[in-house]
């Protein structure tokens, strides 16, 4: 039965991406209506659309109608950021990082374990990322503590599936480690040193992630499962080329635009694509994993769209970015349009049933 009350949320987290995307195509040169939220592409597609729905995921299992506040207040951030006042969205964006840090305190004290101490720390980076950028209004130094929220989220659930696979708890202490290394790197800054130890960590994290997720016995399966391996396996090779890129690119002004993108748009909306099949359906009440194979081609829109723009930031070539701007929006928009249909059709045939 569809939950009727998370729709309104999920309409929302919806029109967070929207805005994302639009003000991105109008960052990257397209001639598009200019609007306020143009200049704040970052806090809304990492603050509004991925914070509101990894904020409504976290708290449907809590069942407290109450903390549905805080994946609420969340996507009305955007609002603000349309009205021009950018300071009270970030401290909404504050204020909705905090909340989910102590959601993510309330597991830890149920269930004492590193998965919510790294879902804590995420959730703990993402609020210095917004401090930052309200106190300094800079989104360069925003980004790598989003960036720590996002890999630490994503490695936390990705470390809870594999708690049935045959990996070592050495292994597992490793990859932890790793993680931990990451935020030294952070706390560096992107410069120097700290570029150095990002790079490592992250290619360090992408092979033990290639070596020991269930890319190699889903692979091997149909439908579904097959989709799901190669979303993460291609998000893993993102990530890879993010870590080369922290150490090897110069410092030219488009450095940081390819690190930004391969990272976001490479590894974590590959994650989106590979989880959206089990998360959506579920986020919404119905007890259904929708496919389709067509999802196969937004997969590689998007894999296509991160190479370009990386090439294209390499070789400062702006009409090739313009490109890869429209495929990066095409393919994350064909994705969810197509995650809507089928998942409405496959609610309808169970109901036949």
């Known amino acids: 039965m569809i939950k009727k009350e998370r729709l309104p949320i999920l309409f929302f987290a919806m029109l967070c991406l929207l805005s994302g995307l639009w ?20 806090a809304i597609m990492v603050g509004g659309f991925l914070g509101t729905l990894i904020a409504l995921e976290k708290i449907i299992p809590l069942k407290k109608k109450s903390l549905y506040l805080i994946p609420v207040l969340n996507a ?29 305190l309330y597991y830890f004290r149920k269930q004492h374990t590193i998965i919510y101490v790294l879902m804590l720390l995420g959730s703990i980076c993402w609020l210095t990322g917004n401090i930052l950028l309200l106190t300094e209004f800079f989104y360069p130094l925003a980004f790598p503590w989003w960036a720590a929220f996002a890999l630490f989220i994503i490695a936390a659930e990705r470390l809870e599936l594999m708690k049935f696979l045959p990996v070592s708890q050495l292994s597992k202490n490793i990859f932890v480690l790793l993680l931990f290394c990451f935020i030294v790197g952070v706390i560096l ?52 080329m993010t870590g080369i890129f922290f150490i090897s690119l110069s410092d030219q002004w488009l450095t940081y635009d ?30 259904i994993t929708p496919f389709n194979r067509i999802l196969y081609v937004w997969l ?37 349009v197509t995650m809507a249909i089928i998942t409405i059709k496959g609610h309808r045939h169970a109901r036949v049933l």
């Not at 598009?32 to 592409?41: G, K, R, V």
């Not at 930004?260 to 590894?267: E, I, K, N, T, Y």
């Not at 769209?305 to 095409?330: N, P, Q, T, Y």
Request: proline share 3%.
């Open 23 to 42: 003000s991105g195509l109008n960052r990257i040169g397209w001639d598009i209506a200019l609007l306020p939220i143009s200049p704040h592409h970052g």
């Open 76 to 104: 009305l951030s955007v609002v603000f950021f349309f009205s021009g006042q950018p300071k009270l969205s970030i401290y909404i964006l504050v204020v909705s990082s905090t909340s989910l840090s102590f959601v993510f």
């Open 300 to 336: 590689a829109l998007l894999q296509a769209s991160w190479l370009v723009r990386v090439f294209s930031d390499v070789l400062i070539e702006m009409d090739l970015r313009k490109v890869s701007g429209l495929l990066s929006a095409i393919a994350i928009l064909g994705y969810f």
């Open 258 to 287: 390819a690190i930004v993108h391969s990272f976001f748009l490479g590894f974590v909306f590959s994650m989106i694509f590979a989880h959206g099949p089990m998360i959506l359906p579920g986020v919404m009440g119905i007890a």
């Open 189 to 240: 800054s992107f410069h120097g040193t700290g570029n150095l130890i990002c790079g490592l960590v992250l290619i360090g994290i992408s092979l033990w992630l290639l070596q020991n997720d269930v890319i190699g016995i889903n692979i091997k399966k149909n439908g579904i499962l097959k989709f799901v391996a190669i979303s993460l396996c291609t998000g893993y090779l993102a990530l890879l």
